[in-house]
């Protein structure tokens, strides 16, 4: 039996920058993240089957005779790329709703991620983050077609609290934030973290932003611009910049697609602003999902307040990526 475990994350500035039209033709030769992984985990068992059958458990199940019958596209997909053809089950859980698809946190990479994890280590096989990684994205955009950037697979792959350069010429550069354990406890407890409510498809919405990148670049240089801003700030203790900083990301944010707000979101995000609230950001593509929000200690209460009907999640940083935490 093999279990790993993988991060979801958050993305603080940057996102957007990671589709590869953007940064192939970026004017600063890269697009650039920083981004957290979070103590909000997906987990995957892969047990040895008696029988020469696939056996998977999720929010369905399915039980087929071969790699071609199975429905969960991801699963199938990593069952290929590992080369196994039979006599496995594979159980998927993690710490957020199963059908919380679509909350912003990346919940499908790290599924992608810890299925790879997992089943590499099946078989025996050592993996590194990189290849994690990389494996994660051929099956998620080259083979599924999905139109979406590559941050997200970095992010769980390798955990941390990391800055991510995606190159111009494919390759990736990760920075890890290093700053004094004090400093980064006082970022951290200015985050909060609240459900909408709202599970979306965010197809649509990154399938429109991709589609018009092109014209959006001066839009996305102002966020890579932001990173930079972000870790100055950081740098010179102004904490209270990522707040005002994340308050302008949101407004760009905006701009994006027409999916990535709505009126209840829009109306969520004042009231934490009028509650005390800096500045915050829908995680992921939009349009529901998880509201960070950058909140000082004393304006907190007030916030909770002001979105009472809101499920406030607790969060801290997992500085590692996805990893194997049984094998027997």
Not at 124 to 135: D, R
């Amino acid at each position: 039996m093999i279990i790993s475990k993988t991060p979801l994350r958050a993305s603080f500035f940057g996102g957007g920058t990671d589709f590869s039209d953007y940064f192939h033709n970026s004017k600063f030769g890269y697009g650039c993240v920083l981004s957290t992984a979070l103590n909000m985990h997906v987990y995957i068992t892969v047990n040895r089957l008696f029988d020469e059958k696939i056996r998977l458990a999720y929010t369905g199940n399915e039980l087929v005779d071969s790699v071609d019958q199975v429905q969960h596209n991801i699963i199938r997909e990593a069952l290929k790329m590992t080369g196994i053809k039979s006599g496995i089950e594979i159980i998927y859980s993690a710490d957020l709703p199963m059908k919380g698809l679509g909350t912003g946190l990346a919940s499908s990479s790290a599924l992608t991620v810890g299925v790879l994890n997992a089943l590499h280590a099946f078989k025996g096989e050592y993996t590194t983050p990189e290849q994690l990684a990389k494996e994660a994205i051929d099956i998620e955009i080259n083979k599924l077609g999905q139109q979406i950037g590559i941050q997200d697979q970095y992010a769980v792959a390798y955990g941390g609290f990391n800055r991510y350069v995606f190159n111009f010429d494919d390759t990736v550069s990760i920075t890890p934030i290093i700053i004094d354990k004090e400093k980064h406890k006082r970022l951290i407890d200015r985050f909060m973290l609240f459900y909408t409510g709202v599970n979306r498809d965010s197809r649509a919405i990154f399938v429109e932003q991709k589609k018009t990148i092109n014209n959006k670049k001066e839009i996305l240089d102002s966020l890579i611009e932001n990173v930079q801003k972000a870790w100055l700030a950081l740098q010179n203790n102004e904490l209270d910049e990522w707040g005002r900083l994340l308050h302008e990301t949101w407004q760009t944010k905006k701009k994006f697609a027409s999916g990535v707000s709505n009126a209840e979101i829009d109306q969520m995000y004042d009231s934490a602003i009028s509650g005390g609230a800096l500045g915050g950001k829908i995680l992921g593509a939009g349009g529901g999902g998880f509201l960070l929000l950058y909140v000082p200690l004393e304006k907190q209460d007030n916030v909770r307040k002001s979105l009472f009907n809101y499920k406030e999640v607790s969060f801290a940083v997992d500085m590692q990526g996805s990893r194997i935490i049984f094998s027997d």
